[in-house]
């Protein structure tokens, strides 16, 4: 409980995925702030937790423990004196919602029997489990990466439910670049001996698959100018006693291989092959406009605040998808805007750099999106200089 | 000897390699035109072949074989009815010249005890190979991607051996994010349970890794808007009989993966997977300026025209790299242009773009690089817009 969260998991019944597939689901969440204030609901990305602020559990480390905690808590942009905040783990994830790895009818874990998930499911899991909170309005849904997608799945699928969302470093859909590389990921890990037909709990568990997929994700998290800030072509000072690649003799270790290296080894230790799998299908998958005829007819019901940030070295949902999700909301009967935020950090700077998170989010749900725009009018980069347009469709 | 290609092995005898080991070299080149004309080099790309032109023997496909067909031939750019043209496959490929997969003293194949091979080597082999057949003086040195530092590598090497250069879609260095990616592709390839130490010769070989490894390559060769362009989010016709992912199931198969499946499969048929990952390492631990101050310190003696060509859409080796390429050469005594193709193709553009690489390498045969630089003005884009600035150093 240590600074008020609260967390549990509970069961919202028999479930039935969008894509086929039934089951009694077991929903992870954590809780912060008092209930009885309005409620924000928080999106997780890709690999994150419920446990978006504070010190997380045994086992759950890295970009899943406290992945928000400059922005959730009290006094904070998504302040915890004032709301409700909570924060679900996905169906399909590994930190306490049912997924792959939970025990499935047979005593076993489901592995590869476990029904294929989408950024829908994640939403309606969430429905179900504020519904049991007896939260039926949310103050606001927020969320990045992914999770950004989630959000905008809210405001298209429960528009009444949701009076202003905030959708950071996402985008309505992957473009091919990113969908090869997630491509290139899923191989690494089901071509990985030990992956065999994907029940492999209970033996060796495909990690190095999983860390190849991991570091090709990294890559794609980081920019080419943070990584050339942060790496170029230094060599590590640690060794790679653990790579047993005959060819590397006669050539350095270098910085940034050590840290894909390093980050990757740790993420096999607190997350699953399977979930990945999972998880990497949900957002090559979704697309704002399934089962409309655009983008804007699936907003067109949403009547709240919608604030869309961007950031200008992120490649992966570059400022572009922003501006398309923006334009989305901006079609409707909401107030919309979209915040392109100059950072060299790239998809990552969602987590990284708060300071310019955390204000717009705080104006959203202090004075909602028009207040935003003024500021933006103030501040923002009036262009985006520094994107990729070159490298972008129908630039 | 179709289209007037001869094609040999010169054993160039006891060949020290720059970061040691040493061993009996034989290098496999393909030479067409008159061997009394000038001699114009063609250093080929990583995954290339000595095949420059026409077809290639039976194993030999893809981008190995005929690569730059539409460059080198009667009439073509590089006019093999002018110039007589020497291509030689790199040691530690696999095209005939030693490499790992070449029988080494006890009769089985290096594998991985073949020694380390740098771009250095790559120039050394090559040199040696041009006394062996009595060229001294090379009219030019031309070639793209790492055969452009290959090329760059000639003029620092041997400066008074070169008249002129063209160096396309290069770089005198890689940045820390291809490092990154070709570190997670060599992973892919260690960590395939074939590869094993590295001896997989006569067994399973880890060709699953080595297409994983391709797969990202691939992407890194595209650019994003040509990825749209090509695939966007189209749904592929074929099915993905050969890719045992379980957790495929309810989502389609997607053109991308279609794409990068099948060229990663044909890759492996072609390509040997320790050769992947020397040159690779060939390729990373390039570095222009290595032994010198700088990059126009290790250029200054070199007095001849150079040609640097770079595409808008690459973001393996951007036109920043290309500057910083012609920027050393202009500092020297030699005339140098670096001329900016506007290109969505990305790296690849060096391959696919014939009608747009051909005229520019054809005036510096005939007329210079000076030439080059007034067409330039004329034709070219002033600054390059489409490059993104904003993902890579300094811009």
Redesign the interface.
């Known amino acids: 409980m240590s600074r008020g969260r609260r967390e549990d998991v509970v069961n919202v019944g028999s479930f039935a995925f969008e894509?086929?597939g039934e089951l009694d689901l077991d929903v992870a969440y954590a809780a912060y702030g008092d209930p009885t204030d309005p409620t924000v609901l928080v999106c997780h990305a890709l690999t994150g937790s419920q446990y978006v602020a504070g010190p997380a559990p045994e086992g759950v480390s890295g970009q899943a423990a406290g992945w928000w905690d400059a922005l959730v808590g009290p006094g904070k942009p998504i302040d915890t004196r004032a709301y409700h905040v909570v924060c679900a783990n996905v169906p399909g994830s590994c930190y306490g919602t049912t997924g792959p790895v939970s025990e499935g009818p047979d005593g076993d874990p489901y592995g590869?029997d476990?029904?294929?998930v989408t950024v829908g499911d994640w939403t309606r899991s969430q429905a179900r489990l504020l519904d049991a909170l007896g939260v039926d309005t949310l103050y606001a849904v927020v969320g990045g990466s992914v999770g950004g997608m989630n959000v905008i799945d809210w405001a298209k699928r429960y528009p009444e439910r949701v009076e202003r969302i905030a959708a950071i470093a996402t985008s309505p859909?992957?473009?091919?670049?990113c969908?090869?590389?997630n491509?290139?990921a899923?191989?690494?890990i089901?071509?990985?001996?030990n992956y065999g037909?994907?029940d492999y709990y209970g033996g060796p568990e495909p990690d190095?698959?999983l860390?190849?997929a991991r570091?090709?994700g990294?890559?794609m998290y980081?920019?080419?100018?943070s990584?050339?800030?942060?790496?170029?072509?230094r060599v590590a000072e640690r060794r790679a006693d653990d790579?047993?690649?005959?060819?590397?003799?006669?050539?350095p270790y270098?910085?940034?291989?050590s840290y894909?290296?390093y980050n990757a080894e740790r993420f096999t230790e607190r997350f699953d092959a399977?979930s990945y799998?999972?998880l990497l299908?949900a957002l090559?998958?979704y697309?704002l406009a399934a089962d409309y005829p655009s983008d804007a007819a699936a907003l067109a019901d949403y009547e709240g605040d919608a604030l869309v940030l961007s950031f200008?070295?992120d490649?992966h949902f570059p400022p572009e998808g922003g501006e398309v999700i923006a334009d989305a909301f901006e079609a409707g009967p909401g107030a919309a805007v979209h915040r392109v935020i100059e950072s060299?950090y790239g998809h990552d700077a969602f987590l990284v750099e708060p300071d310019r998170v955390g204000p717009p989010v705080r104006t959203l749900l202090e004075r909602g999106a028009s207040a935003v725009t003024t500021e933006a009018d103030q501040n923002a980069t009036p262009d985006?200089?520094?994107?990729?347009?070159?490298?972008?469709?129908?630039?």
């Open positions: 894509r086929g590869p476990f029904p294929a859909r992957l473009d091919a670049q969908l090869g590389l491509t290139a899923r191989r690494a089901t071509s990985d001996a037909d994907g190095e698959g860390a190849v570091r090709i990294h890559v980081l920019s080419k100018a990584m050339t800030d942060r790496f170029d072509r790579h047993d690649d005959p060819t590397a003799e006669g050539f270098r910085d940034v291989a894909l290296d399977n799998l999972y299908r090559d998958e697309d200008t070295g490649w060299d985006y200089p520094r994107v990729c347009t070159g490298l972008l469709p129908d630039a």
